[in-house]
């Protein structure tokens, strides 16, 4: 089993494994400097050196080069005291060029030798000759990377919904998927502005608790279902997946919340539209009853068709025996 040690690269950034190099005296918080496949970089451990299995390890394993030094430390402050500067200019550069871009960020690596330039755009552009005109100016390497919306609300920092600080900048290292199924099975309105974030997309907090809502939530009869209670039948009007209980409308117009396990039983296919129960019975019923009609009006084509021929041939003989008559006149 190889044994990597875990390193971020920024606060609160993803995790990346790299191999020790014989230094497992390494601990959380020290400053390494590794080769990566930018050249070479200064991160933190995050993780001492630890003992992973051989399916984790993806493609080849970089490992870290050495302990960072105290100049590598005085460098890295140097260069991000920097980075103000080249944000501004960057900025500047991007309006006289006329992109409509918005400069979020500008990082150097710990010696200088690369200018990352994070940008947001609504569609691509090309910003070739921006970055030979930056490179021109900075003399370095410059690398122009597009983010989203939420990794722009990851590097500006800000406050959520809650009045704390925002998840992905406090703790959240990855966005995991949000979708508008998770603000369903938690009952919350589905109103764009209650259950968006700053960056505009759903709330990542949604992922949080959505396992357990989903499992108490398979706890609960649906919504509007027929179901019998201690004090008579009823239909449930309201769920609370959180206690475990559910409020019910009585046939006499009153509410009354009783837990799951006291109701009785539930009538199983009574449910009101808002499960589709009624709406598929009454399209079933229909195609029935349209199959039946048709068979109706099938049979009695066929006897009126029969009928209708009788008719005809007793019609022709009829009409047979007057002209027969005739001519024996």
């Known amino acids: 089993m190889p044994t990597v040690v875990g390193v971020q690269f920024g606060p609160v950034t993803k995790i990346y494994d790299f191999g020790p190099n014989g230094r497992l005296d390494l601990a959380a918080n020290d400053y390494v ?12 451990v995050v993780t001492p050196p630890h003992e992973i299995s051989a399916e984790e390890v993806i493609g080849e394993m970089k490992h870290i080069v050495r302990r960072a030094t105290a100049w590598d430390m ?3 402050d140097q260069w991000e ?13 991007a309006l006289e060029h006329g992109l409509h871009i918005k400069v979020v960020r500008c990082t150097y690596n710990f010696n200088g030798g690369r200018l990352m330039v994070y940008f947001s755009s609504e569609k691509r552009v090309d910003f070739r000759a921006l970055v030979r005109d930056l490179a021109r100016i900075f003399r370095t390497r410059i690398e122009m990377r597009q983010i989203g919306v939420r990794d722009e609300a990851k590097l500006l920092d800000g406050v959520g919904k809650c009045g704390r600080q925002l998840c992905c900048t406090s703790w959240l290292r990855e966005f ?3 979708s508008i199924r998770m603000a369903k099975n938690q009952q919350l309105p589905l109103n764009p502005d209650e259950i968006s974030g700053v960056c505009g997309r759903l709330l990542c907090c949604l992922s949080y608790e959505n396992e357990f809502y989903r499992q108490q939530n398979k706890k609960m009869p649906k919504l509007g279902a027929e179901v019998i209670t201690p004090q008579g039948i009823g239909r449930v009007r309201h769920l609370h997946p959180l206690k475990e209980s559910v409020t019910v409308i009585l046939e006499g117009g009153v509410f009354a919340e009783f837990n799951t396990d006291e109701l009785i039983t539930s009538k199983s296919g009574a449910s009101c539209g808002t499960c589709g129960g009624c709406t598929t019975k009454r399209r079933a019923g229909g195609k029935e009853s349209a199959k039946n009609k048709g068979a109706t009006n099938k049979r009695r084509r066929k006897s009126s068709g029969g009928s209708g021929k009788r008719r005809k041939d007793s019609s022709r003989r009829r009409s047979d025996g007057k002209n027969g008559g005739g001519k024996q006149h």
Do not use: F, M, Y
Request: charged residues 30%.
């Open 74 to 76: 005085i460098q890295k």
């Open 176 to 178: 995991s998927p949000v």
């Open 81 to 93: 005291h920097k980075e103000r500067e080249a944000l501004a200019i960057c900025s500047t550069k």
């Open 33 to 44: 400097v590794i080769e990566t496949a930018k050249g070479r970089e200064v991160g933190q």
